[in-house]
């Protein structure tokens, strides 16, 4: 059974740090490209940040780029999601997401919130 786990979220002040976990079962986690989403409440699901399967090329949005780090570690079948200087724009539902083309699938987890106060 396949399973995406995030933990991690909770309420920062402005400023404020948090790291994100999601925890990867069921599937061959090494072999998968995985990103994190985030949905603010009213506002369409944003892609955050993404990482390669072997982890040598990540890819952030431009509203968090040099702020959030996204990591993984393939003996944990773990990815992370490391955000600072997090802001009230920063409060969303964060998800993350498990993508690979050969054979076509992707998994969501069923996210976890983090909310930024100012």
């Known amino acids: 059974q396949v399973q995406l786990v995030e933990s991690g979220g909770g309420l920062v002040q402005s400023g404020g740090s948090l790291t994100l976990s999601c925890a990867a079962s069921g599937f061959t986690f090494s072999t998968y490209t995985m990103s994190w989403f985030r949905r603010a409440l009213g506002k369409e699901r944003e892609r955050v940040a993404t990482i390669s399967a072997t982890a040598d090329m990540t890819n952030y949005a431009d509203s968090v780029k040099g702020r959030f780090t996204i990591s993984r570690d393939n003996t944990k079948n773990t990815v992370y999601l490391q955000m600072n200087s997090l802001q009230p724009d920063d409060t969303a539902v964060y998800s993350c997401?498990?993508?690979?083309?050969?054979?076509?699938?992707?998994?969501w987890g069923q996210g976890t919130q983090v909310t930024v106060s100012s």
């Open positions: 997401n498990a993508y690979n083309i050969l054979p076509v699938s992707q998994y």
